[in-house]
Every structure is written in structure tokens, then in C-alpha cells.
């Protein structure tokens, strides 16, 4: 193994253009190559025929990508990447790890049919701390587009690309989404004393969700809902890849069934900060930013369903 993180490690040293240079120290039954890519990230390759895969914590990435090695044709490879330059020495450690056959080529095998158990122990034995996307918010979010599609109002727009205030628009009515995997709370948080306010007619909707074999993903949803806003989808997607869920990341595929889905009117009756709270000088004006939170049990609501 020594051998092995050392020619690596060389190799990264003496490759600067776009080049797969095959490992010599390997049992060449089991070929892998040591790769730069065009955008400058470095690592290691090996050939690959399973689904496609997408993830990354830290400084790496694991993912498929189709290159051409040794022949004239592309093949798909599943390849271990780093584009920091200076981890060039820990990370050829993890790529030589990544790379050894094993005996009888038993770890090239147990990668090669499930990369993601391989990705999962080693992001849980160098303690990775990042914080993982909230899959069940924007479930909760797109659940809404679906069900407003679903219900004659195809015009409901998801607006996380956009940064808008709520999270759903239509030209007539705003929806807030707040989602939760707890099921003894009805407790929502609000990000700011102008969250829950609109021109428009505003409603909050709270989905209580549970990861579920049975359930839907991210993936099912956004099929469901091109069936009604084809010409969305692709910028949807490339908001999904900018917060690190791109096509391939096991984290679209996780399943959630819906426990209760309830929708409030954000009426005069509705317990929230307005702007007379701040004009009686309960709030000096010297503060900029309030959160806080609601509890929304004894609040009439409708649900759902």
C-alpha cells in the first residue's frame, strides 16, 4: 500500500494537463488510473458499469464521469477527485485505498456493486461535520408545487433559485413551507420579521414528514411535476446541483411519506411580529433582524390532504 499512495502521489506531482496515466503498481487485472481533469482536480479512476453516482464531502468527490482511456471510445469510470493541491499527499492515501484490488479482487468488487457503502464508512471514519442538505425541506417545498399543479394551478412556481422571500409564487397567492421529521412538535421557526408578510394573500404550509421505503424522493417528485412544468425542470435541477444534490447523489433518492400536511391562513387572526410592533417603538429602530418561533397548536387550520 505504501508503493502504491507513493506512485500516486507522483503522479499528481508530474501531471498538469488534462491526462490518465495507468497505475504500474497494481495487478493489472484490476487497472486503475491515476487522472487530471480539465478543470485541474486530480485523482484516481477505475471502470465502472453500475448507475450513476454523485457525492462529495470536504475537499473530494466521488462520481461517474465517461472519459477516454486507452481507447478511442469513452467508457464511464467511477473516479475518487480533489481539486485542492495541497491535500495532494493524504489524498493519495485515500485514492491508494480506494484503487487496491484486495485479495482476489474482493474490495474492487464489493466497490464497484455498492460505491456509496464505501463513501458512507469513510465519510463516517474521517469524521466529516459538514452539514448535510435538508432533504425533507425541499421535499416539503416541491410536495407543494405538486400538489398546486395537481389541483388545476399549474402557474405555482418553485422559488428557491431565486431567492425569494416564500417559497412558493403563483401571481395571485404566496405559500411558506415549513417542514419537520418530528413528531411531537408543531413548532415552526421564522427566519425574519418579514417572512411571513406579502402583498398577497399568504399561506403557511406545515408537512410532517418520515422517511419511508415507501415514500417519495426528490427524483419521483420533480417527475411528477414535469408531467405540468417541463420548461422549469432544468433550472429547478441546477438549483438541486448548486446545494449538492446533483443527478446521481443518493440523498435525491431518500423516501418520505407524508404523517400530516396542514395549511394556515396568514390572516389578522394569525400570532406573528407586524409592522405596528415596531412602530409603537417596542422594537428600537437600531434593530435590523428578529426570529422566532410559533407554536401552531390551537391555531385553526385546514387539512391538507
Not at 422559488?159 to 421529521?181: C, F, G, I, P, Q
Not at 411531537?184 to 419511508?212: C, G, M, T, W
Not at 400536511?261 to 437600531?286: G, T
Request: hydrophobic share 35%; proline share 4%; with cysteine.
Amino acid at each position: 500500500m505504501v508503493y502504491l499512495s507513493a506512485e500516486i502521489e507522483n503522479r499528481f506531482a508530474l501531471q498538469s494537463d488534462y491526462s490518465a496515466y495507468g497505475i504500474k503498481s497494481l495487478d493489472q487485472h484490476y487497472p486503475a488510473w491515476v487522472i487530471r481533469l480539465t478543470d485541474g482536480a486530480y485523482g484516481v479512476a477505475i471502470e465502472y458499469n453500475g448507475a450513476p453516482v454523485a457525492e462529495r464531502f470536504s475537499g473530494a468527490r466521488l462520481e461517474t464521469l465517461f472519459l477516454n482511456i486507452d481507447i478511442q471510445e469513452s467508457r464511464q469510470y467511477l473516479v475518487l477527485i480533489c481539486s485542492n493541491p495541497h491535500f495532494r499527499h493524504p489524498f493519495s492515501v485515500l485514492c491508494a485505498e480506494f484503487v487496491e484490488p484486495g485479495d482476489n479482487g474482493e474490495k474492487r468488487s464489493s466497490l464497484t456493486e455498492n460505491p456509496l457503502l464505501w463513501w458512507t464508512e469513510w465519510k463516517e471514519l474521517l469524521g466529516n461535520k459538514t452539514t448535510e442538505d435538508m432533504v425533507y425541506d425541499i421535499i416539503g417545498e416541491l410536495l407543494t408545487v405538486l400538489k398546486l399543479c395537481e389541483s388545476g394551478r399549474e402557474d405555482a412556481y418553485w422559488t428557491a433559485s431565486r431567492l425569494n422571500t416564500h417559497d412558493v409564487e403563483m401571481e395571485d397567492m404566496s405559500y411558506e413551507v415549513k417542514s419537520t421529521v418530528k413528531k411531537d412538535r408543531a413548532i415552526i421557526h421564522v427566519n425574519s420579521q418579514f417572512q411571513l408578510k406579502s402583498h398577497k394573500p399568504l399561506y403557511l404550509v406545515f408537512i410532517r414528514l418520515e422517511e419511508s421505503g415507501v415514500g417519495v424522493s426528490i427524483d419521483d417528485i420533480l417527475v411528477r411535476i414535469s408531467k405540468y412544468q417541463y420548461d422549469h425542470i432544468d433550472e429547478y435541477d441546477d438549483y438541486l446541483t448548486s446545494r449538492g444534490l446533483p443527478h446521481g447523489n443518493h440523498s435525491r433518492k431518500k423516501k418520505y411519506t407524508i404523517l400530516e400536511r396542514r395549511k394556515y391562513a396568514i390572516d389578522s387572526d394569525f400570532p406573528l411580529l407586524r409592522e405596528e410592533d415596531f412602530k409603537n417603538e417596542k422594537y428600537p429602530d437600531s434593530i435590523s433582524h428578529i426570529e422566532y418561533d410559533i407554536n401552531l397548536d390551537g391555531i385553526p387550520y385546514e387539512n391538507w390532504r
